[in-house]
């Protein structure tokens, strides 16, 4: 009698742990945005916090015990965030905020999961183009990367090969890393070694590093974590409002602010 082939490993679960790492990073790019723009290193740590994002979205899809609840919650969420995303991001009221992202990428999922009249096709075909036809934060990629980990939910090898593919894709458009001056002066013996990593880094694209993020998805923790839920989605907006405060009281203007709300926007 043959032994049943043993079921493949499952990528990590530990979701509190993952959304916890995704807020920190998350904040990190933001602070970059607002006070340092010119520090890379803040965005590359930056793009580990949407993939992370959209795998909650992709596994929570499966693990709810209401959809539609789950769906009402990231566009209550998406509603609250949208001033706070424009007051500290400088976007305009039709540039949506990353939960329409991951809302969509949700609804997505569940006409897949549904198949009603068809919505296993239809329904992704909408989402990807209201994700189009609008702009938001990661647009249409994002919502077609959350789809796609939901198909590739149950296998680690899977999930790597898709985020690597997507990943290279998507930095496809995204900037370049600026050029790194480590030998000087620059007809030092050593200066080839300074071309050598220019060249090296210019194989990367900022938004190719996202796959940055894939370790932690990949590897079993266990951590034992529990994240109120409520922190979990008051994180985005607060944050954003907290970056907001905090730009202006720099600048020195914010109590003229917060007297003149005509001002806000």
Known sequence: MNARSPAPARPNRDQSLLKLVAILTMIVDHVGVVFFPSVTLLRVIGRIAFPLFAWGVAVGAEKTRDWRLYALRLLLMAVVSQPFYMLA?????????????????????????????GSQVWGPALCLLLASAFRMDYGWRGVLLILLMYFARDSRGGLAALMVAFCLYWGGGSSVFPRVELIQPADSPFARFNGAVNEFLGLFKLQSLAVLALPLMLIDTHSGYRMPKWLGYAAYPGHLLLLWLLDLALQGRLAYTLLHPEVWF
Not at 89 to 97: G, I, K, P
Not at 104 to 116: D, F, M, N, S, T
């Open 89 to 117: 991001l400088s976007h305009n009221l039709m540039e949506f905020n990353v939960m329409a992202t991951l809302l969509l990428g949700l609804l997505a999922i569940q006409g897949v999961r549904l198949k009603w009249y």
